[in-house]
């Protein structure tokens, strides 16, 4: 079945630094890729989707490209802020049809003044 | 225009009891998908509702039963309830067709003691 595997946490980095948060899939076919943000309290707000291999998200200063050779999507920021203190989480969905999301562990990120 | 919305925000029940969560869809959408986030975790797939049927469904079991009604809107029922059970609900809504992008609303907290 599908998959999703992400850096574990916590991941502890000051203001202005670069961020990288790792995700790999498991799919058959050509599954579409998404990152969520979920801050404390609240639910999971959407940050970036990328559909077909290649293709590049991005959203608020963050990206992500759908690498199909080696089945990753990681999230790249250059300059944290401490308002992206969040739980980063990774998602699939499966092929035409298949409509859930599989969803990584989730990656807390906490960014220090 | 009103996101996702979810009810109650919290709740508290005993084993063995039964539990009712409400979602009503962002304006415009027409399919309805149920989460549940263990504390610590990446939100599993419930099921998904659309047209007023179940339309896919994940590993659980028959306790957690739902319903959607002609506004779109829709309930999670869960049955004879078990510690196991205390979680984060989410629900979340996407638009007409196949491929939608899922957004999540703000959850209800379940706590079975």
């Known amino acids: 079945g599908n998959s999703v595997t992400q850096m574990e946490g916590p991941v502890t980095l000051s203001e202005e630094a670069f961020l990288t948060i790792n995700c790999t899939y498991t799919?058959?076919?050509?599954?579409?890729l998404f990152w969520y943000v979920q801050y404390p309290g609240e639910g999971l707000q959407l940050l970036l989707k990328?559909?077909?291999?290649?293709d590049k998200g991005s959203n608020k200063g963050f990206e992500a490209t759908y690498r199909k050779e080696t089945t990753s999507f990681h999230l790249e920021k250059g300059s944290v802020q401490v308002s992206d203190s969040a739980v980063y989480f990774c998602a699939l969905r499966g092929n035409f049809g298949n409509e859930k999301l599989t969803f990584g562990t989730g990656t807390r990120l906490t960014i220090i003044p | 225009d009103a996101g996702v919305t979810q009810s109650p925000t919290h709740l508290i029940k005993t084993r063995g009891q039964q539990v009712t969560l409400r979602c009503s869809p962002k304006s415009g959408h027409d399919t309805v998908s149920w989460y549940q986030q263990a504390l610590g975790q990446g939100p599993q797939f419930i099921f998904q509702y659309y047209e007023e049927e179940e339309r896919q469904r994940g590993n659980f079991p028959d306790r957690f039963s739902g319903h959607q009604f002609p506004n779109y809107s829709s309930e999670l029922n869960v049955n004879a309830l078990l510690l196991g059970d205390s979680a984060l609900y989410l629900c979340a809504s996407s638009a007409p067709g196949l491929g939608e992008t899922q957004y999540f609303g703000p959850g209800t907290r379940l706590l079975v003691l």
């Open positions: 990328a559909t077909k291999a290649d």
């Open positions: 799919a058959t076919g050509y599954p579409s």
